[in-house]
């Protein structure tokens, strides 16, 4: 049996998945429904096979499997586009959020079967669930999508397939199967969304900021993949492999990733970004501030370093000192949102592809910088950093950049969405940096009454539901372009269920709960 904990977490998704189709009911919201119910079945298998150690692959150890979680984000993310691009009359980018939820479909059951196909013995009416759940999802993408379409479709699952047995494999205990879902699912798409822009170059199609994080993205992790592959045949700390490492960097960086950049935008690349981040006095001085905060993120590392003892070598920063980062983090991107939210994107695709950079050297052990960053990162670990890579630092990052990049601008031709819609590029700030923050100082200091089952607090929850609250005020006090439109009873209730998810799920919160913020405020 499922324990409390697992079952309450998927009774708060079920509310969430129920909610956003009570709002945006169509065809897909019976596929969305029935995979719900067979992924909250299969959860079951994947938990039991996680328990005996039967999973083909190692997951990360202290989670569940995250199965129903992980498997309605994408799905609910392309309905809600599609929705809030029909309504703006945007039909390109309308069948653009019906092959996202199709692929989110497709990918989750794929990962079920899975799940299924490797139980003993075979689970009879689980397959039987599993049967009309595909049944249902591929009539419905049969009379809902084109050739092409389906074939893109397909093309993102294969890629999913490959890809996951690839980094799976090279990276054990590093994932969940819920995280590895969303993470490898979502490389996946941009992966594919890269080639297919790639071979059809329409010389004045496309923002070019689009086609910088979706080479940026792509660049980085074949990047890894290549050094991952080299390093099993020779030993990645030696002087020589760190200078083939940073050889190969640059040549890869200014021989592949800079002319493929070139092909999508029709300019030089470097100097479309010299120009783009420094093209108004704003932008300065926002550049500037960012670094003030980067060398003050960098500065309490250090500190925090120095404080360790020859006789404490295994001690851990505590919670309230790893939130240091989150305020930091909001302090950085409020001030984005606000003034130039282009700049923002930019910036954090930048910032993502430095701390995986950064992620690489420490984790080959490159020189001069590698065994060093091992020493000051350690201090910083916890319980969901069990495999070869540190991961929450860059988790946090895209929790926070998440809700920016996948903000369908395209579908809000003023700049913003009506209604609740209007805080989505706010999500990560609202759900991370206030209200997962708030949780956790709060709860860890105040907090008497826990939850069933779990180490979080009503204390906590509750406070960061508040919080979260007077923020969205704030925002509505210094953001002009915010109008709610007297939205605020579903504001309050999005808030209420994405925060009681973070009390119960073993997840990262820092990657899922911006995503369902998100989710419910585009409904």
């Not at 993120?297 to 020859?310: E, I, P």
């Not at 860890?444 to 204390?459: C, L, V």
């Not at 808030?495 to 990657?511: F, G, H, P």
Request: hydrophobic content about 55%; glycine content about 6%.
């Amino acid at each position: 049996m499922l324990n409390k904990p697992v079952l309450v977490e998927s009774l708060i998704v079920f509310i969430i998945v129920l909610s956003v189709h009570a709002v945006v009911w169509d065809r897909y919201s019976w596929c969305a429904v029935a995979l719900a119910v067979q992924a909250f079945y299969v959860q079951f298998k994947w938990d039991r096979l996680l328990q005996l150690g039967g999973a083909v692959f190692q997951f990360r150890t202290g989670a569940n499997s995250g199965l129903l979680p992980a498997s309605m984000v994408i799905p609910l993310l392309g309905i809600a586009m599609k929705e809030r691009c029909r309504s703006a009359g945007i039909v390109y980018f309308e069948r653009f959020g019906i092959v996202i939820a199709s692929t989110g479909m497709l990918v989750a059951l794929f990962l079920s079967v899975i799940a299924v196909g490797i139980t003993k013995p075979v689970p009879t009416n689980t397959c039987i669930l599993t049967g009309i759940t595909g049944s249902v999802i591929i009539y419905t993408m049969k009379h809902s999508l084109t050739v092409s379409e389906v074939i893109e479709v397909l093309e993102v699952l294969l890629i999913f397939v490959y890809l996951s047995m690839i980094l799976l494999y090279l990276l054990p205990r590093c994932f969940s199967p819920g995280e590895a879902l969303l993470v490898l699912g979502g490389i996946s798409f941009v992966l594919n969304q890269l080639i297919k822009r790639s071979l059809n170059v329409i010389e004045g199609r496309g923002d070019p900021i689009d086609f910088f994080l979706l080479v940026v993205v792509v660049g980085v992790v074949l990047l890894g993949l290549f050094f991952t592959v080299l390093f099993i045949f020779m030993d990645s700390g030696t002087w020589i492999s760190s200078m083939f490492f940073h050889m190969m960097t640059a040549v890869l960086g200014l021989g592949v990733i800079m002319p493929w950049l070139y092909r999508l935008i029709q300019r030089n690349p470097l100097f479309w970004l010299l120009q783009f981040l420094f093209q108004t006095q704003t932008r300065v001085y926002l550049l500037v501030y960012w670094i003030f905060l980067a060398a003050a993120a960098c500065g309490v590392v250090f500190y925090q370093n120095t404080k360790r003892s020859s006789e404490s070598k295994k001690h851990q920063a505590s919670t309230i000192t790893r939130k240091y980062f989150h305020f930091i983090v909001v302090a950085t991107y409020v001030p984005g949102l606000i003034y130039d939210r282009q700049l923002l994107y930019v910036s954090a695709v930048l910032c993502l592809a430095a701390f995986i950079i950064l992620e690489y050297i420490r984790y080959f052990r490159i020189k001069p910088f590698g065994q060093t960053l091992r020493h000051l990162l350690s201090l910083f670990l916890d319980e969901r950093d069990s495999g070869p890579l540190i991961l929450t630092h860059i988790y946090l990052l895209l929790g926070m950049s998440l809700p920016v990049w996948l903000f369908p601008r395209s579908c809000a031709p003023k700049g913003t969405l009506p209604g609740a819609g209007a805080l989505v590029p706010y999500a990560g700030v609202l759900a991370v940096g206030v209200g997962d923050t708030v949780a956790s100082v709060f709860g860890s200091t105040m907090g008497e009454i826990k939850w069933p089952g779990t180490k979080k607090t009503f204390e906590g929850t509750m406070t960061a539901i508040f919080a979260q609250i007077i923020a969205v005020a704030l925002i509505l006090i210094f953001d002009s372009s915010v109008d709610l439109n007297s939205s605020y009873a579903w504001i309050l209730a999005s808030v209420t269920l994405v925060s009681l998810l973070e009390a119960y799920t073993t997840q990262i919160d820092n990657l899922l709960m911006p995503l369902y913020l998100q989710i419910m405020f585009m409904a």
